[in-house]
């Protein structure tokens, strides 16, 4: 596996290759990423993962500073599953000057949802996005679904600016007990690792009862929640939207429950497709 800390560097190695395929991410890697690097390696003819955990999606209340930095580890997973080019700029390297120049999504896609409750998250990561896309120019780039909402906004901010890069969505990895895997899962604690599945249990309540047909919907999205608060969960929200643009599904439209709730400090997402 190569290495480039800078982008002279990556910009080398990747001179000739025809079809990079790369996913994006911000180490502390678990299953999920490494079947997102799998996938990538079907797709392209050099994979290419970045590592780097970015300043500007994160707000100044949330996990930043603690957000874990396990490189040896991210490596040797890296190595062991054929990584081609790793990619991991220091924040001089990719961000030299203050970013000034940002991409902001529309509201109607950003401000909801995660961007409800995380305020200029998807700012920070569509400008990440754009720059990494610019550094490794891939052909095709690999989003994990669990983060729902940030695959279908990349999605589209590819279309907008007409990047000739296809992107591609991976499932979501799940524990045995059907946690999603997650970095912030590392957080919990052992009593709480053991109640997180309640949320994708909850989630996958929802999904089977929009699915049977179920005429008062959001009784059931709101007895669910209080299911949830009276365990000692905090959710932000639990609701079935339209998959194409998270907006409110109409009967019959392709949908996906959506959940975000906090477990102590930890704030989980995640989502099921209905
Ligand atoms: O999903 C993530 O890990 C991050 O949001 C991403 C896409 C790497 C941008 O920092």
Redesign the pocket.
């Known amino acids: 596996m190569f290495i480039a800390h800078t982008i002279a560097d990556l910009r080398q190695r990747l001179s000739g290759a025809r079809e990079p395929a790369f996913v994006?991410?911000?180490g502390n890697l678990h299953d999920g990423h490494i079947a997102l690097l799998r996938r990538a390696r079907d797709l392209g003819d050099l994979s290419v993962v970045?590592i780097?955990?970015?300043r500007l999606?994160f707000a100044p209340n949330e996990d930043f500073d603690r957000y874990p930095r396990t490189w040896e580890a991210d490596c040797a997973r890296l190595r062991a599953a054929g990584c081609d080019v790793l990619f991991a700029p220091d924040e001089r390297e990719l961000y030299p000057q203050p970013q000034t120049y940002t991409v902001r999504p529309p509201a109607e896609l950003a401000d909801i949802l995660e961007g409800e409750f995380r305020p200029g998250f998807f700012t920070?990561?569509c400008t990440?996005?754009m720059k990494?896309f610019a550094c490794v120019q891939p052909a095709v780039a690999v989003?994990?679904k669990k983060?729902y909402q940030?695959l279908m906004i990349?999605r589209r901010m590819v279309e907008q600016f007409a990047l000739p890069i296809r992107i591609e969505a991976g499932e979501t990895e799940r524990d045995a007990d059907g946690l999603a895997l997650s970095?912030r899962n590392g957080y919990l604690s052992p009593a709480q690792r053991a109640e997180a599945v309640q949320l994708s249990a909850a989630l996958r309540r929802i999904a089977q009862a929009a699915r049977a047909g179920q005429a008062d919907l959001a009784g059931v999205l709101a007895a669910e929640t209080a299911a949830l608060a009276a365990r000692g969960w905090a959710p932000d929200y639990l609701t079935v939207r339209r998959r194409s643009d998270l907006q409110a599904a109409a009967p019959g439209e392709p949908a996906v429950v959506l959940g975000a709730a906090r477990l102590g400090e930890t704030r989980l997402i995640d989502n099921l497709e209905i």
Do not use: E, R
Request: net charge negative.
């Open positions: 994006p991410t911000m970045s780097f955990v970015n999606q920070g990561v990440v996005v990494l989003f994990g983060d940030q990349i970095s």
